[in-house]
């Protein structure tokens, strides 16, 4: 059953709420949790890219780094046709809530919350 604010809502599915969500996650959730995790110096970046990044250009390298892999990513979602492009922003959502939710849990741990 709908109601009036569930018919105004735009469907998960929708391109533009998927796109938002992963960039709320990909980017904006991993930013804040690595340089937290990585500003108490009990954690260190690990990542293929962001390890070598992070430590010779510091958040600033992470924030380039994550707008390339976004924008990249746009180019090949309006390359691909649909249906199969909805994988892509589909794919920085899921890296991202991942990531986001272990840097999370690492940041915690090492800081004894839990």
Request: a positive charge; charged letters at 10%; hydrophobic letters at 55%.
């Amino acid at each position: 059953m709908m109601t009036a604010v569930s018919a105004r809502l735009p469907p998960l599915r929708s391109p533009r709420v998927l796109w938002s969500l992963a960039v709320a996650f990909f980017i904006v959730g991993d930013l804040v949790t690595t340089s937290v995790g990585v500003s108490s110096g009990q954690i260190a970046e690990v990542g293929p890219l962001g390890d070598p990044i992070v430590s010779r250009y510091g958040l600033p390298g992470m924030v380039v780094l994550k707008l390339v892999v976004v924008c990249l990513s746009y180019l090949a979602w309006r390359i691909v046709p649909a249906p199969d492009r909805i994988g892509i922003p589909l794919g920085l959502l899921l890296v991202g809530v991942l990531v986001t939710f272990w840097n999370s849990f690492v940041v915690l741990m090492t800081s004894g919350a839990i």
